[in-house]
Every structure is written in C-alpha cells, then in structure tokens.
C-alpha cells in the first residue's frame, strides 16, 4: 500500500474510533434511546454520513468491538489444534465465552453494558440477530472441519452441523441469559461465573457424547 493509501487507512479507522468511543460515552451518559444519531456526529463534530460511513444503525455502534463472541465458535473450530476434535474446542470455546461473560460483570462498564440490553428491545434483537450470525458462522466451520476429517465433501454435514451449532449456542446463551439476570454484585460475580461455565461444560459434555453416536453425523441422513 502506498504512503498515500496508509494515511487514508489511518484516517479512517481514527474516525471510526473517533464515533465509537463517542457514541458509547453518549449511551452510557444518557442511555441508549434518548441518543440520536444526529447527536453523534455533533458531540463527535463530523457529519451523520460519516457516521453511517462507518456503521449503519445505532445497535451496531452499540454492539461494536463488544462482540467477540459471535466469531469465536467458528475461530475455535478452524483454528483448533492437531489433537483437539472439533467438538472439543467448540465445547472450549463456549465454556470460555459464558464464563468470561459472566466474570465481566465486575467490571462497570460491562455491567452497564448488559443492564441497558435488558432494558432496550430494539438491542435485545439486534443481540438475538449477532447470535444468528454466529450459529451461522458455525455451522459452515463445523461442517467443512467434519467434512476434512472423514474426507467427505462438507455438504454432507450441513445438517449435522446446523443442529449441532443451534444446540450448542443456544445452551451457552440460554446459561448466559440466566446468571447474568438479576445482575450479581461486583464481589459475586467471579463465583456466579464459576458456577455458570461448570453448567455448560456439563450439558455440552452430554451433547457431545450424543453426537458421537449420531447416525446424522455419520451421514446417513
């Protein structure tokens, strides 16, 4: 990339970090609805086109950089070690993200962050829509990782692979969902935390024990 092309790239992502942190310091100052877009490039002194340059809806500024999540299982999946199944680091992975979900609560800004999901249907959705991405994410990495392993084309697993990234996801979210409701104190969020991975780590064990004798996954479906 040329000198020219380096400063615009720098540029842009100054800008972009320059409406993000202004748009969260805004919804945490005033909460998220009484928060327009117009307010956002005013405080931020750009223009609103810059703004949706960068992102297209306030849930997406609200989300951003604070959703790591979403591609984590498939990550896990693709990128997993020689000796780990993908089952193994899926279960890793979503053990590693509720626990770290909830620990966070500690942590003011996370906290203030999940209180104001709860309160905000229009988040609440947008939440359930980055979930879908995920799943979806994970379906295409599970079933080209099955796909590898027994030398069959990754089609094959489509099916296995839905079923198996709903199921899973939904039991991490489902887990998440209940102990960070109502919302542990600073002091006992580590434990809560504790207590929320060792769930998950035991459910998904199960789930993982039923797929491995799962004719669907075998093919035969």
Known sequence: MSDGGD?????????????????????AE?????????????TADVAVQTV??????????????????????????????ADESPEQALRRSLIEIVGDH???????????????????????VHERELAET?????????????????????????RAAGLTSATWTSTARAVADE???????????????REAAQLVERVLLGLESALASSETLNGRD
């Open 134 to 158: 995920s799943r979806r994410m994970l379906q295409t990495a599970l079933a080209e990782a099955w796909a590898e392993l027994l030398d069959r084309k990754p089609e094959e697993f489509r």
């Open 52 to 81: 949706f340059n960068h992102f297209s809806t306030k849930e997406e500024l609200f989300f951003a950089d604070r959703a790591e999540w979403v591609a984590a299982p498939a990550e896990a999946v693709s990128g997993r070690a």
């Open 179 to 193: 102990y960070r409701q109502p919302l542990p104190s600073a002091a006992e969020a580590p434990a809560r935390a």
């Open 102 to 124: 909830i620990a966070r609560l500690a942590e003011p800004g996370h906290r203030g962050m999940v209180a104001t999901v709860a309160v905000t249907p229009a988040l609440r």
């Open 30 to 42: 005033r909460g998220f609805d009484a928060v327009t877009i117009a307010d956002i490039a005013s």
């Open 7 to 27: 400063r615009r790239a720098r540029k842009k992502a100054a800008t972009r970090a320059l409406v993000l942190s202004t748009a969260q310091g805004l919804f």
